[in-house]
């Protein structure tokens, strides 16, 4: 199983919007919608931020959207504040029997 | 509200075997599932594996295959993670995270710092 292609780094002032790929094969990300999406601060546990493609969990800003295209699932933060500096993975599920897979992570930086 | 305690840090030499608790606390235990991931310095997560305590069933990444055991004891809500044949690339983070029916990792352990060194 390889791991999902997400670029190494993205940048965006604070204000802006900024949306972080994910690619994978017909086998994975795009058989099914259940994407989900990390953000992980230094020295910190993995937080989920997306699931199922485009859901958010309960207290997770809604500047956090997600979507996918074909092979690809992208994860787009509107009105970037400097809290949002952080890597980002993305990790793509196909069933209880079948392994899962994470993205390379993407470091996001606020300018 | 569910919480995953996890051990504390390890130091093993070249050739042992390392085993990771993961003790969940609220919520009903045996309906989880419960996943494995690692972080080595400065690289990304890696997904090694899950067991669904409720069926005592556990599947593992090919990369770990044969080396990773993952089992739960529902007794005692504990999950563990024995990685054997150790060796200096798994000095890692090693994670454990409820996943959801789904597949989504909702909640973490505060993870536990494994260290491979002769």
């Known amino acids: 199983q390889s791991a999902l292609t997400q670029p190494a780094s993205v940048s965006g002032s604070p204000g802006q919007s900024i949306t972080i790929s994910c690619t994978g094969t017909?086998?994975?990300?795009?058989?099914?919608?259940?994407v989900s999406w990390y953000q992980q601060h230094p020295g910190k546990a993995p937080k989920l931020m997306i699931y199922?493609?485009?859901k958010r969990p309960s207290g997770v800003s809604n500047r956090f959207s997600g979507s996918k295209s074909g092979n690809t699932a992208s994860l787009t933060i509107s009105g970037l504040q400097a809290e949002d500096e952080a890597d980002y993975y993305c990790?793509?599920?196909?069933?209880?029997?079948?392994?899962?897979?994470f993205g390379g992570g993407t470091k996001l930086t606020v300018l | 509200q569910v919480q995953l305690v996890q051990s504390g840090a390890e130091v093993k030499k070249p050739g042992s075997s390392v085993k990771v608790s993961c003790k969940a606390s609220?919520?009903?235990?045996?309906?989880?599932?419960i996943s494995w991931v690692r972080q080595a310095p400065g690289q990304g997560l890696e997904w090694m594996g899950r067991?669904?305590?409720?069926?005592?069933?556990?599947n593992y990444a090919q990369k770990f295959q044969g080396r990773v055991t993952i089992t739960a004891d529902k007794s005692t809500s504990t999950a563990y993670m024995e990685l054997s044949s150790l060796r200096s690339e798994d000095t890692a983070v090693y994670y454990c995270?409820?996943?959801?029916?789904?597949?989504?990792?909702?909640?973490w352990g505060q993870g536990t710092m494994v260290t491979v060194s002769s």
């Open positions: 609220g919520g009903t235990f045996s309906s989880y599932t």
């Open positions: 995270a409820r996943e959801d029916l789904l597949g989504a990792f909702d909640i």
């Open positions: 199922e493609g485009s």
């Open positions: 067991i669904i305590p409720i069926l005592g069933i556990a």
């Open positions: 990790c793509s599920y196909a069933g209880s029997s079948t392994p899962s897979v």
């Open positions: 017909s086998s994975d990300v795009g058989s099914y919608n259940l």
